[in-house]
């Protein structure tokens, strides 16, 4: 059965969004000066919002679940910190003494997940939200795991016959 808003927003409709939501989140990082951290927790909030209204199928949520924890910190607002953290880089222009890792370029990371704060009613994590949170996006990279995930679902979202169900 076809629930109403999926006849309204069919697959290929929010994998662009979320295309475009990615790009821009990408374009929010790019655009940041030198030593000066981008603040991107709106932008990485909407991309997650996306990938869950695509995972959302027939047979239940597909998104794996460390990324539905962390969608669901940003939707019930049980955020304190930020959820990624920014790490300097050693390139050109990025060099911070004490503080950039030698060769690597400067990159957003998902905080591991006991550093996250959130608020003490927000819900726990379950289980496999905690094991697949810290394996698949503590300390990797935000934007290279976002674009995996929504490859990932997007492959396995099958298009659905949007007419509506007779009784």
Known sequence: MIRRWMALSPPGRLID????????LET????????IPPHIFAETGEVLFWLYA?????AGQILSPGF???RHQYAHGNLI????????????????LDVSRLDEPPVNVWTP???????????????????????RLAGKPVVATLWDE??????????????????
């Open 68 to 70: 539905q924890w962390a």
């Open 17 to 24: 969004a979320c295309l475009i939501a990615l790009r821009r």
């Open 54 to 58: 695509i995972g959302d199928t027939d």
């Open 81 to 96: 910190t930020e959820i990624g953290e920014y790490h300097l880089g050693a390139t050109l222009g990025h060099l911070v």
């Open 113 to 135: 997940r006991e550093h996250i704060g959130t608020y003490a009613k927000a819900r726990k994590p379950t289980k496999a939200e905690r094991d697949d949170y810290d394996a």
């Open 150 to 167: 929504l490859s990932e679902i997007a492959q396995n979202v099958v298009p659905r016959d949007l007419t509506p169900d007779e009784p």
């Open 28 to 35: 929010k990082i790019g655009e940041t000066k030198p030593g």
